[in-house]
């Protein structure tokens, strides 16, 4: 479980929102939202950058299989951009797991 900052996700999960995931499942990610944990991107304190963002690969078939041409991380806003990552960046994030479901921030609780 983790608490989604920022409107990038949505409406479809909103600011402060509390969100559940699970490991993601073996087989494409492509379409899922994921929790992903960043190594080598942005700021190393606390572990890493952490982001929530709906996943798109495009592939190319290759003799020895296929690979990643392109990987983005797609935000659900149209406010906002894309994070665009080149196959190489593979390696410095982690998947932490997949969306399942969130129940939106309590509104008008102070700690």
């Known amino acids: 479980m983790a608490r989604v900052v920022g409107k990038s996700m949505e409406p479809t999960i909103p600011d402060g929102s509390w969100c559940l995931f699970r490991p993601c499942p073996a087989g494409s990610r492509e379409g899922r939202i994921l929790l992903v944990q960043f190594n080598?991107?942005?700021?190393?304190?606390?572990?890493?950058?952490?982001?929530?963002?709906?996943?798109?690969?495009?592939?190319?078939?290759?003799?020895?299989?296929?690979?990643?041409?392109?990987?983005?991380?797609?935000?659900?806003?149209p406010d906002f951009e894309a994070i665009e990552l080149q196959p190489e960046d593979e390696a410095g994030l982690l998947i932490v797991g997949e969306y399942v479901a969130q129940r939106a921030p309590i509104t008008g609780y102070t700690q």
């Open 40 to 77: 080598s991107l942005g700021v190393s304190k606390n572990g890493g950058w952490f982001t929530v963002k709906k996943y798109h690969s495009e592939k190319t078939i290759t003799a020895e299989g296929w690979r990643h041409q392109r990987i983005q991380l797609v935000p659900v806003n």
